[in-house]
């Protein structure tokens, strides 16, 4: 059984910085391309960053210049530093990842539980 878990949201001023941070357990074999989604009410889940295993990275258009992607392969782990926060990046974040379990098997897309982020303006 493979999770993600997501740590690091919470409320803060607009102009802020959060770092959130997710974890692959469980048995897995490896993994491919990690990213951060986000949901806001009412509104379909959007990509927010995706970085490959080699460290390419893409952003949305909306975070460009202002939230950084990175990962550490030894961990399992994938972070999103964000920096001047705004009050419309208020959502529920979501950590993601393409994750092979066993050898010869094809690689499986997995979602975390979410974690909040409140910008307060």
């Known amino acids: 059984q493979v999770q993600l878990a997501e740590s690091g949201g919470g409320l803060v001023q607009a102009g802020g910085s959060l770092r959130l941070s997710c974890v692959a357990s469980?048995?897995?074999?490896?993994?491919?391309?990690m990213g951060w989604y986000r949901q806001c009410p009412g509104k379909q889940r959007e990509l927010v960053a995706v970085i490959s295993r080699a460290g390419s990275t893409d952003y949305a258009a909306s975070v460009k210049g202002r939230f950084t992607i990175s990962r550490d392969n030894a961990k399992n782990m994938v972070y999103l530093q964000m920096n001047s926060l705004k009050p419309e990046d208020t959502a529920i974040y979501y950590c993601n990842a393409d994750i092979r379990t066993r050898s010869g098997g094809s690689y499986v897309n997995y979602w975390g539980q979410g974690t909040q982020v409140t910008v307060s303006s």
């Open positions: 469980g048995r897995l074999l490896s993994i491919n391309n």
